[in-house]
């Protein structure tokens, strides 16, 4: 937990300089004789008052239309400046090699102009990217993926996923969509890998997220692990209650054995089934947890939201081990970075004879907008 405010004072400081470069930058691109100085003050003034949103959506408690709104604004505000600044550092890179290379000649008198069109085009670059990024969130995907079962073991349907980030932006009416899309696939078991409530989270919501829960009622329950952002504000053990209040049976640290008759030939397989705490949180090594666990468990499936240390659940013996946390970096181009902060940023992986498939998840941090994949469940078939 101690590493949370040295994060979070990292991320306030990148935050206060990008806005403070863009805004500065914002006030030189509009300078010139074709624009007035109060467009150009008054455009400046607008970019001050967004930046200030997303500060101020961590300070409101409140959960009505103008909480709602403010976080809008600052959630918007910071995917857009976040894509504008990328434009406007590839613009610089193409200035560099420009002066070196000479591709494209401006005249003197025609430096103002361009310099407004560039501006301009950035702005407009950068709004259509997140309009693109926030229809993509509207057609979230099913991932069907079908996997080996271990030896013993019969067919299974596993339903993940992840990183609902459940708060102001993604209430009740988001999990119903989700509820529709799982619902059809008829799952065994549903299982939740982390960051499913966000820190503005509407307590007075429960019992909505408990119903649309509980219809889909899969034969093996609905099991969870919390994430990262469940613990922000020091809010674990309230997180904690909220989720199973919600239905979601949580393990952290924990074990349970799920009987299960497989099949005709299947002779009463276990399936054990873990889930670890958060690495941000206390956390036991997997190998302490698994302590007093039974080893005639047909099937091992570990639930650990971020899918650090793959090594831990080889050694452990374990069958499949599903995680998200990484969003597939969300934004591109994040994605490539998440190749290089994870063994496994994505998709299915192996070591020795244990699996593992990391989710992209089905929400989103902050606005919800995705411009590097899709939003996704994933539907896991074991099979024999």
Same mark, same amino acid.
């Given at each position: ?18 806005? %403070? ?55 918007? =505000? ?30 003197? &008198? ?27 969130? !509207? ?8 996997? +080996? ?34 619902? +059809? ?72 054995? %799920?009987?299960?008759? =497989? ?13 670890? !705490? ?7 090594? %997997? ?15 570990? %639930? ?7 090594? &831990? ?29 994870? &063994? ?12 593992? =498939? ?6 989103? =941090? ?19």
């Amino acid at each position: 937990m101690s590493s949370f405010p040295i994060l979070f004072t990292l991320i306030k400081i990148a935050y206060v300089a990008i806005n %403070l470069a863009g805004i500065v930058r914002l006030h030189v691109a509009l300078r010139g004789r074709n624009i007035s100085r109060y467009v150009r003050n008054g455009a400046c003034l607008l970019a001050v008052v967004l930046s200030l949103c997303f500060p101020l959506a961590r300070l409101i408690e409140s959960h009505g239309f103008w909480a709602r709104a403010v976080t809008f604004a600052g959630m918007f =505000w910071f995917v857009f400046m976040f894509h504008a600044l990328m434009a406007w550092g590839a613009l610089g890179v193409f200035r560099l090699f420009n002066r070196r290379f000479g591709w494209f000649k401006i005249a003197p &008198e025609a430096r103002e102009q361009w310099r407004h069109r560039c501006c301009a085009g950035i702005v407009c670059a950068a709004l259509l990217v997140c309009l693109g990024g926030a229809i993509n969130m !509207q057609f979230p995907v099913v991932r069907e993926v079908k996997l +080996p079962a271990p030896a013993g073991a019969g067919p299974l349907r596993i339903v993940a996923l992840s990183d609902l980030h459940l708060g102001r932006l993604a209430g009740t009416r988001f999990l119903s969509g989700v509820a529709d899309l799982i619902e +059809p696939l008829k799952p065994d078991i549903v299982v939740f890998l982390g960051d499913i409530l966000e820190y503005d989270f509407d307590p007075s919501e429960i019992e909505a997220d408990a119903a649309v829960l509980r219809r889909l009622n899969p034969r093996l329950g609905i099991w969870g692990v919390m994430g990262n952002h469940e613990h922000i504000g020091e809010k674990g053990k309230l997180n904690m209650r909220y989720l199973n209040e919600m239905g979601i049976r949580m393990l952290a640290d924990q074990w349970t054995v %799920l009987e299960e008759v =497989w099949g005709r030939h299947a002779d009463g397989g276990k399936i054990l089934l873990i889930g670890q !705490q958060d690495r941000y949180a206390w956390q036991n090594p %997997l190998e302490k947890t698994l302590a007093n666990a039974p080893k005639d468990a047909a099937l091992k499936l570990l %639930l650990v939201h971020q899918p650090f240390n793959l090594w &831990e659940a080889e050694k452990a013996g374990i069958n499949l081990q599903l995680s998200g946390h990484t969003h597939n970096g969300q934004f591109f181009p994040l994605n490539f970075a998440a190749k290089i902060l994870f &063994e496994n940023p994505y998709g299915h992986s192996m070591r020795g004879q244990t699996h593992y =498939w990391v989710t992209s998840g089905i929400g989103t =941090w902050g606005q919800r907008i995705r411009t590097s994949n899709r939003p996704e469940i994933v539907q896991i078939d074991l099979v024999p």
